[in-house]
């Protein structure tokens, strides 16, 4: 079935410490993998993405790890920002022909000042 | 950048009656269009891939005759929620996929609060 988060954990973190949040994929066969940034009220932020054939790779203060043997897939926020409080979803896309983009279950990020 | 807009950003209607979404790609062709609904505190559930001169096609549990989804255009999607019912409230969002661009690349509207009285 698809990968859907029936409630969201939180995560708080102290102002200038990094943040690692975690997400577990659900298709072996996903190709594409995307961590998205949600504020309250607001569409989702694309953040940074990894193809499958990587397994590591940073942007501006981000990070994603893929560990495709346990579909598993981080995101670190290094630094973290009181601007950073928001919800995060990983997404997996599978190469079929529909292309179709799946959340997985969400993480709240507090940030503490 | 890419945007996408949708309209209404929100809306209260009575239960029974009929509410249409629009998502409109701003400054880009879109073939293909994706909504889902998020309920509080949850994530994003895909219900349709929205296709242009197409059916739309519905994931597993989604009632694609209460959930009408019409891709007139290049340019435009709409989800027409019928008979409303309380249970339908919810935070509906689509995402258009740019026709020139990568699989990967997704834009997303601001989405659509529903509350059915």
């Known amino acids: 079935g698809e990968s859907v988060g029936l409630h969201l954990p939180t995560l708080s973190v102290q102002e200038g410490d990094n943040s690692i949040i975690n997400c577990a994929y659900s298709?072996?066969?996903?190709?594409?993998f995307i961590w998205y940034k949600q504020e309250s009220g607001k569409g989702p932020q694309f953040i940074i993405d990894?193809?499958?054939?990587?397994d590591k790779r940073q942007g501006q203060r981000v990070t994603v790890l893929l560990n495709k043997t346990v579909k598993h897939l981080s995101l670190q926020i290094a630094a973290t920002q009181p601007g950073d409080s928001a919800v995060y979803f990983c997404?997996?896309?599978?190469?079929?022909?529909?292309?179709?983009?799946?959340f997985g279950s969400g993480t709240r990020l507090l940030v503490r000042p | 950048g890419a945007v996408v807009s949708q309209h209404p950003s929100w809306v209260i209607c009575k239960s029974g009656t009929s509410v249409k979404i629009e998502c409109r790609s701003l400054?880009?062709?879109?073939?293909?269009m994706f909504w889902y609904r998020q309920f509080p505190k949850q994530s994003l559930m895909l219900m349709a891939t929205?296709?242009?001169?197409?059916?739309?096609?519905?994931e597993q549990g989604v009632e694609k005759d209460k959930f009408l989804i019409n891709h007139a255009s290049l340019t435009l999607s709409t989800l027409t929620v019928t008979s409303a019912h309380p249970e339908d409230s919810s935070f509906y969002i689509c995402?258009?996929?740019?026709?020139?661009?990568?699989?990967?690349?997704?834009?997303f509207g601001e989405g659509s609060r529903l509350t059915v009285l």
């Open positions: 995402s258009a996929r740019d026709a020139r661009g990568l699989v990967g690349e997704l834009f």
């Open positions: 298709n072996s066969a996903s190709d594409y």
């Open positions: 990894i193809r499958s054939n990587m």
């Open positions: 997404a997996e896309i599978g190469m079929d022909s529909s292309y179709k983009l799946i």
């Open positions: 400054d880009f062709q879109a073939t293909t």
């Open positions: 929205s296709n242009e001169g197409s059916k739309a096609t519905y």
